[in-house]
Nanobody, 114 residues
Framework: VQLQASGGGWVQAGGSLTLSCVAS????????MGWYRQAPGKQRELVAT???????NYVDSVKGRFTITRDNAKNTVYLQMNSLKPEDTAVYYC?????????WGQGTLVTVSS
């Protein structure tokens, strides 16, 4: 299985983006999927998780602004990001939770300007 994230781009503060993560195979095996991000000079952090049953959890810094969803039939996980802030600037990745090293993809860059 390969995980390919897309949908990043440049946006002004307050704007929105929707990221997609498409798996080349079934994501059924991943009971919990997550979106991670890595800002320049910082460690990668887990920002949102979703269980197979669609239970979600978020890091405090994105609560109320980000929404994670998954479509198991399409082997896709989404991250809707609203009210973006400059501190959201990072490369965003999807992976299982806990992460599995072979499944890190290239990620997708999100740049939020002030």
């Amino acid at each position: 299985v390969q995980l390919q994230a897309s949908g990043g781009g440049w946006v002004q503060a307050g704007g929105s983006l929707t990221l997609s993560c498409v798996a080349s195979g079934s994501i059924f095996r991943f009971k919990v999927m997550g979106w991670y991000r890595q800002a320049p000079g910082k460690q990668r952090e887990l920002v949102a998780t979703i269980t197979y049953g669609a239970g979600t959890n978020y890091v405090d810094s994105v609560k109320g602004r980000f929404t994670i969803t998954r479509d198991n039939a399409k082997n896709t996980v989404y991250l809707q990001m609203n009210s973006l802030k400059p501190e959201d600037t990072a490369v965003y990745y999807c992976n299982a939770v806990p992460y599995l090293n072979p499944y890190w993809g290239q990620g997708t860059l999100v740049t939020v300007s002030s």
